[in-house]
């Protein structure tokens, strides 16, 4: 057995909120982080900056289903969720 990679992430204190959710939802984060939505095939959807400890985020452009949110600090993954859209 041959380990190929390890991702190490950095600590976030975040969440997502109502999940399932429907337009919009909510992130709540310690810090301003860098959010990215990912589809369930893994296509980058949207790319936004949160600038404040709770943002609302419109979905209304996306399809019912499940989403990746990855969330980026300091130029390193800080944290994956997932969030159901309906």
Same mark, same amino acid.
């Given at each position: ?14 969440? /997502?909120? !109502?999940?399932?959710? @429907?337009?919009?939802?909510?992130? !709540? !984060? ?24 709770? !943002? ?7 399809? @019912? ?10 130029? /390193?993954? /800080? ?8």
């Amino acid at each position: 057995l041959k380990v190929l990679s390890v991702q190490e992430y950095t600590y976030l204190d975040s969440s /997502a909120y !109502t999940n399932p959710a @429907r337009n919009p939802f909510n992130v !709540t !984060t310690s810090e301003q982080p860098k959010m990215t939505i990912f589809d369930i095939q893994g296509k980058q959807v949207r790319t936004q900056d949160i600038y404040s400890s709770t !943002t609302s985020i419109d979905v209304s452009d996306l399809s @019912r289903g499940t989403y990746t949110l990855v969330f980026e600090s300091n130029g /390193a993954i /800080a944290k994956r969720m997932k969030i159901v859209i309906l």
